[in-house]
C-alpha cells in the first residue's frame, strides 16, 4: 500500500488490524475509556501550554477513536452475543442511504463524517475556501444557530443550504477529489476539509475552547456508548408492555418541557408518539431501538472528528505547512521513532505496527507490560 493512496477508513482497518488479538482491550468500554484518558491529558498539556506534548498527545487520539471506529466494524456482528460483537452489529448496520445511497463511501469515518458535514458547515452550510463558497458563518450571528431550536424561522435559508448540499453529496465528492481517495477522505483530506470551511473559527478560537468542545463531544459518545451497552445489557429482557412505551413516552415529553417546547402537551404527546410508532410496531424493538442510538452514535462520532482536526489545526506548528503536521499525525516518524506505521523497501510502501511493541500484530503481554511499566514509573518519579 502506498502512503498517498491510503484513504481514513483504510487506515482504521490496517491500524485495528494489530490489536485483533489482543483479547484484553477488546471490550468497547474499556477502549473508549482509554480514549478519555488521552482527551483529559490533552487538555492538561495545554493548560500547561506544552503545545508539542498536545499535538502528540492528540495523535494518539485520533489514532485511537480511528482504531476503535475500525475494530469493531471488522468483527462480525451477525449474530452478537457479546458486546464488542453487539457494538460490531450497529457499526455495520447500513447508515444514511438517504444521502450516500451507493455502496460507497463503506460503512465507516468517511460516510458518518459526510453525512453530518456534507462537504460543508453541518450548520450554516457554508462550503469552505476550496469548495468555492466562504468559510463557515456561523460566527456572523452566533445566535441563529444556538436559538435555532427555539426560534427555527430565522435558520431556514440555513437548513435549506445544508439540505441542498447533502441531496447533491455524490456529485460533490467527485467534484472535489481532493480530498478523497475514491469517495473515503485521505488522511490529509479530512483535516483539510475541516480547515478548509472552518479556518474563520479556527483563527479566532482560542485551543481552550476547542479542547472544551472537543471533551464535550467525547461525553456524548460516551452517553450514546453506554446506552448502546444498557440495551445489550437488556437484550430480550424488555418486556415491551403498555406500561413501559408510556413511561417512555412521558420522559420525553418531560424533557421536552424542560427543554422550553411551547406546545400544549397533548401536542407534545402526538409528536413523541409518531416517534415512538415504528419503534413499537419493531418484531425486535429493542434492536430498532439500538439502531437509533448507533445512528446518533456515528453522529457524536463525526463531531469528534471535527473537534480532533480543529485542534490538530490550531495547535500546528505555523512554520510548517499543515501536510506536514498531519505526516507526523500519520505517525510515520513521530517521537522516539515509535510509530504505528513503519516504511517496507523503496517506493513509499509501509506496514502497520503497534507502536509500543513494534510487532504487527500486537499481544495481552505488551499491553500488561505497559500498564504495569507505567505503574512502577510513576512510582519511582513520585518518589
Ligand atoms: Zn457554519
Ligand atoms: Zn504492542
Known amino acids: 500500500m502506498r502512503f498517498e493512496a491510503i484513504s481514513i477508513d483504510q487506515f482504521a482497518e490496517g491500524v485495528s488490524g494489530i490489536y485483533r488479538d489482543v483479547e484484553l482491550a477488546s471490550d468497547p468500554s474499556y477502549k473508549w475509556m482509554q480514549i478519555i484518558n488521552d482527551v483529559t491529558i490533552v487538555s492538561e498539556e495545554i493548560r500547561r501550554k506544552r503545545d508539542d506534548e498536545a499535538v502528540d498527545r492528540l495523535m494518539k487520539v485520533l489514532t485511537r477513536v480511528v482504531e476503535f471506529v475500525g475494530f469493531y466494524l471488522s468483527l462480525d456482528g451477525d449474530q452478537p452475543r457479546t458486546w464488542p460483537e453487539y457494538l460490531a452489529h450497529h457499526f455495520r448496520r447500513p447508515t444514511h442511504r438517504d444521502v450516500l445511497p451507493g455502496e460507497q463511501p463503506r460503512e ?27 468559510p463557515c458563518e456561523c460566527l456572523l ?9 427555539e426560534k427555527p424561522k430565522a435558520f431556514d435559508d440555513f437548513r435549506v443550504r445544508v439540505k441542498d448540499n447533502r441531496d447533491h453529496l455524490e456529485e460533490r465528492i467527485a467534484a472535489n477529489a481532493s480530498y478523497f481517495v475514491g469517495s473515503e477522505f485521505s488522511l490529509v483530506g479530512l483535516i483539510r476539509f475541516f480547515f478548509d470551511v472552518y479556518r474563520n473559527a479556527y483563527y479566532v478560537a482560542d485551543p481552550w475552547r476547542t479542547a472544551m468542545h472537543l471533551i464535550e463531544e467525547v461525553g456524548e459518545v460516551t452517553a450514546q456508548l453506554s446506552r448502546l451497552n444498557l440495551l445489550f445489557v437488556l437484550g430480550n429482557g424488555l418486556r415491551a408492555t403498555d406500561k413501559i412505551w408510556d413511561s417512555i413516552a412521558l420522559d420525553a415529553i418531560g424533557r421536552l418541557e424542560i427543554h422550553g417546547a411551547q406546545l400544549p402537551e397533548d401536542k407534545l404527546r402526538v409528536l413523541v408518539d409518531a416517534e415512538i410508532a415504528p419503534l413499537r410496531a419493531h418484531e425486535h424493538p429493542v434492536d430498532a431501538i439500538g439502531a437509533l442510538t448507533a445512528e446518533k452514535l456515528k453522529e457524536e462520532l463525526a463531531d469528534v472528528f471535527s473537534w480532533i482536526a480543529a485542534l490538530l489545526v490550531q495547535l500546528h506548528d505555523k512554520r510548517k505547512p499543515l501536510e506536514a503536521d498531519a505526516v507526523t499525525f500519520l505517525l510515520i516518524k513521530p517521537k522516539n521513532n515509535q510509530a504505528y506505521m513503519r516504511k517496507i523497501g523503496a517506493g513509499g510502501r509501509f506496514v502497520f505496527q503497534c507502536k509500543w511493541c513494534g510487532k504487527e500484530s500486537c499481544s495481552d503481554a505488551c499491553l500488561v507490560s505497559n500498564a504495569v511499566g507505567a505503574e512502577v514509573f510513576e512510582k519511582i518519579v513520585k518518589m
Not at 469515518?109 to 476550496?130: F, Q, T
Not at 445566535?143 to 435555532?148: A, L, V
Open 141 to 149: 450571528r452566533p445566535w441563529i444557530f444556538e436559538e435555532r431550536r
Open 108 to 134: 465507516g469515518i468517511s460516510r458518518w463524517v459526510l453525512s453530518k458535514y456534507p462537504l460543508s458547515c453541518s450548520k450554516c452550510g457554508a462550503r469552505g475556501e476550496r469548495l468555492l463558497v466562504g
